[in-house]
T-cell receptor
Framework: KAGVTQTPRYLIKTRGQQVTLSCSPI?????VSWYQQTPGQGLQFLFE???????NKGNFPGRFSGRQFSNSRSEMNVSTLELGDSALYLC??????????????FGPGTRLLVL | GDSVTQMEGPVTLSEEAFLTINCTYT??????LFWYVQYPGEGLQLLLK?????DKGSNKGFEATYRKETTSFHLEKGSVQVSDSAVYFC????????????FGTGTSLTVIP
């Protein structure tokens, strides 16, 4: 089975722009979660989608948004980029709706640099 | 709320040394516990997991036992190799709501020949 794929792998933007990142989960997986990873803050949860609905949300401003399509692919969007948004954005998928017992499988990430 | 606390790094060991990375957790329910590993420039890979108290997860010589009485899930390996150099993350997943994971801050391990 193919793993979680994320596109693009690298991105350079300037402050004020917006960006859209894409994630394709493992085939059959319906839950997709997004994380931001920075050296200072570590891994921080952004949000989780299941069956096209946002089920969980972390503590990020409204500039960060996401969506999930009927084929479980997900996108996240960041508007009005700030320098502090520079990070590795990781997507993870899991199979089922149940919270515990479900391993998350991670993609390679999209590295975003905001200048 | 749920949280994970893991040992601060970085950790530097000689090849064949014994490894322990401490991890403790706080959870309101009955979580599953995980160790993930991240190699440079890559995403996180599942190393091992345990889903209930006293379970032992193991993989590639690494082990961790789910200790409910001490709320711990320490990672151990008897003899590390240079190829084990990576960042290790302890994580928990509680049952509700949804499939939210809580990660520790990560522990960087460097193994020198």
């Amino acid at each position: 089975k193919a793993g979680v794929t994320q596109t693009p792998r690298y991105l350079i933007k300037t402050r004020g722009q917006q960006v859209t990142l894409s994630c394709s989960p493992i085939s059959g997986h319906r839950s997709v979660s997004w994380y931001q990873q920075t050296p200072g803050q570590g891994l921080q949860f952004l949000f989780e989608y299941f069956s096209e609905t946002q089920r969980n949300k972390g503590n990020f401003p409204g500039r960060f948004s996401g969506r999930q399509f009927s084929n479980s692919r997900s996108e996240m969007n960041v508007s009005t980029l700030e320098l502090g948004d520079s990070a590795l954005y990781l997507c993870a998928s899991s199979h089922h709706s149940r919270g515990s017992q479900e391993t998350q499988y991670f993609g390679p990430g999209t590295r975003l640099l905001v200048l | 709320g749920d949280s994970v606390t893991q040992m601060e790094g970085p950790v530097t060991l000689s090849e064949e040394a014994f490894l322990t990375i401490n991890c403790t957790y706080t959870a309101t329910g009955y979580p599953s516990l995980f160790w993930y590993v991240q190699y440079p420039g890559e995403g996180l890979q599942l190393l091992l997991k345990a889903t209930k108290a006293d379970d032992k997860g193991s993989n590639k010589g690494f082990e961790a036992t789910y200790r409910k009485e001490t709320t711990s899930f320490h990672l151990e390996k008897g003899s590390v190799q240079v190829s084990d150099s990576a960042v290790y993350f302890c994580a928990l997943s509680d049952r509700e709501p949804g499939n939210q994971f809580y990660f520790g801050t990560g522990t960087s391990l460097t193994v020198i020949p």
